[in-house]
């Protein structure tokens, strides 16, 4: 039984091998795609800007723009002999001693070098009685100094500047900088599709009616599709599986034409009527089977790649909804966002703070657990974490009320009140 890190780190090195091998991402689909559209994203190509930003000197205050040659010294008069606005520049030819007023924004006249701002100047003592249509003189009430509140053109970005990098996971600043930029659409890469599937007689269809007391609903495919809904993939769904090896066969085998990546719910343990494993091994082969971790043990990945041009890769997760969380939380997430090309430094990372346990935990030494934990700040600011008392994994109420996970190293055993503890605070709270 593998560890979770080491598995974790296998499956890091499988689909960097994916990547650069079996589906090479210089290989990859390319498509266009609207910028508005674009967030999650992963751009398929580096991005230069056209222009300088600025574009030209502009003001960063509202003040008054002074020819070059002017004295800057406090006491020193400075005539004004017009304006210039955000989207409309002054266009005068301004001597040393003269100014104008300008505006946050607003295009600094090419013979002026500095921009003194207006709290500097005596402007409030005199604008009730000013006629702005007329030259009009303003004193400094400080000294200023050459080059003060300009942002100079070019500062930010010189065009022909590489703003973001292929591998980039668009995000709403990135949008922001583009839209900036003028960049109306993006190239980026084609999604990853991504088949998801349940197995289980018991199982029902959400919306469908229980016939039976021994029927349940298939949480677990909605589940994974809301944690699968940030991704740039495509997600196609096979339903519900009966648990019938030629049933089981035949819809792995068109899956596995069909996608990137498959995940399946149940049927990965060792019961009689549990198929996965016997059909993965048929049509493909398991890397590994079982991790050392609590919820989540039966957790299968592998490969789907007989008589394929490329593998597709296979995560086959246990059928408790608690068990189907931790694992596409810890192994599916991850991987997904690397094979899609996203850099490292642009996939997210887990959030995990540490915490003074509240109440006395319960552990069994050999597996790293999740606990479930509602997480929260004491008065003093300090964080405090209180788990629940039962822990089994198909208590799905308890996973809605909790916030985090309390994770605990698989040498740990129990844990007494006020310990600290590292808790993962669950990705959706803190997007």
């Known amino acids: 039984m593998i560890t979770m890190e080491a598995l974790q780190s296998a499956i890091k090195q499988?689909?960097?091998?994916?990547?650069?091998?079996d589906f090479s991402l210089k290989q990859r689909a390319i498509k266009t795609c609207a910028l508005q559209d674009s967030r999650n994203?992963?751009?398929?190509?580096?991005?230069?800007?056209?222009?300088?930003?600025p574009r030209q000197n502009v003001s960063a205050m509202d003040g008054y723009a002074i020819a070059q040659g002017s004295t800057l010294s406090a006491d020193s008069s400075i005539e004004i002999i017009g304006e210039s606005q955000a989207g409309s520049a002054f266009t005068g030819q301004l001597a040393a001693g003269q100014g104008v007023r300008i505006f946050t924004g607003a295009v600094v006249p090419d013979s002026c070098d500095t921009v003194i701002m207006q709290e500097n100047t005596n402007f409030a003592e005199i604008k009730d009685t000013l006629d702005k249509s007329k030259p009009y003189a303003?004193?400094?009430?400080?000294?200023?100094?050459?080059?003060?509140?300009?942002?100079?053109?070019?500062?930010?970005?010189?065009?022909?500047?590489?703003?973001?990098?292929v591998g980039k996971r668009l995000n709403p600043t990135d949008i922001s900088l583009l839209a900036n930029l003028g960049i109306s659409q993006v190239k980026v890469f084609e999604p990853l599709i991504v088949g998801v599937l349940a197995t289980g007689d018991e199982l029902v269809a959400v919306g469908d009616e229980l016939t039976?007391?021994?029927?349940?609903?298939?949480?677990?495919t909605p589940t994974l599709k809301t944690l699968l809904a940030d991704l740039p993939v495509i997600i196609r769904d096979y339903g519900i599986i009966p648990d019938n090896l030629d049933k089981t066969t035949a819809a792995i085998n068109e899956a596995m034409q069909e996608c990137n990546v498959l995940i399946s719910t149940a049927g990965v343990s060792v019961g009689d009527y549990d198929f996965l494993t016997?059909?993965?091994?048929?049509?493909?082969?398991?890397?590994?089977?079982?991790?050392?971790?609590k919820p989540?043990?039966?957790?299968?990945?592998?490969?789907?790649?007989?008589?394929?041009?490329?593998?597709?890769?296979?995560?086959?997760?246990?059928?408790n909804p608690l068990s189907t969380v931790v694992g596409a939380l810890q192994f599916v997430i991850p991987a997904l966002w690397q094979m899609s090309g996203a850099s490292v430094s642009e996939q997210p990372m887990q959030l995990n703070?540490?915490?003074?346990?509240?109440?006395?935990i319960k552990k069994s030494v050999g597996r790293k657990d999740f606990q479930r934990g509602v997480l929260s700040q004491s008065a003093a600011g300090e964080y405090e974490v209180e788990c629940f008392s039962r822990q089994q994994s198909h208590r799905i109420k308890q996973l809605s009320l909790a916030n985090c996970f309390v994770v605990l190293d698989k040498d740990s055993g129990d844990v007494a009140a006020n310990s600290e503890v590292m808790v993962q605070l669950f990705p959706w709270l803190h997007r």
């Open 138 to 165: 303003i004193t400094l009430t400080q000294t200023a100094h050459i080059d003060s509140n300009i942002r100079k053109q070019g500062e930010e970005i010189e065009q022909g500047e590489a703003v973001l990098k």
């Open 296 to 319: 989540g043990k039966p957790f299968v990945f592998g490969e789907l790649n007989k008589d394929l041009d490329k593998p597709v890769l296979y995560f086959g997760l246990p059928g």
């Open 14 to 21: 499988r689909v960097e091998d994916y990547n650069n091998n």
């Open 212 to 220: 039976s007391l021994a029927q349940i609903y298939n949480s677990n």
């Open 278 to 293: 016997t059909v993965i091994e048929q049509l493909g082969q398991i890397n590994h089977y079982k991790v050392a971790m």
């Open 41 to 53: 994203q992963i751009l398929a190509q580096d991005i230069a800007s056209n222009f300088d930003v």
């Open 353 to 360: 703070v540490k915490a003074t346990l509240i109440n006395d």
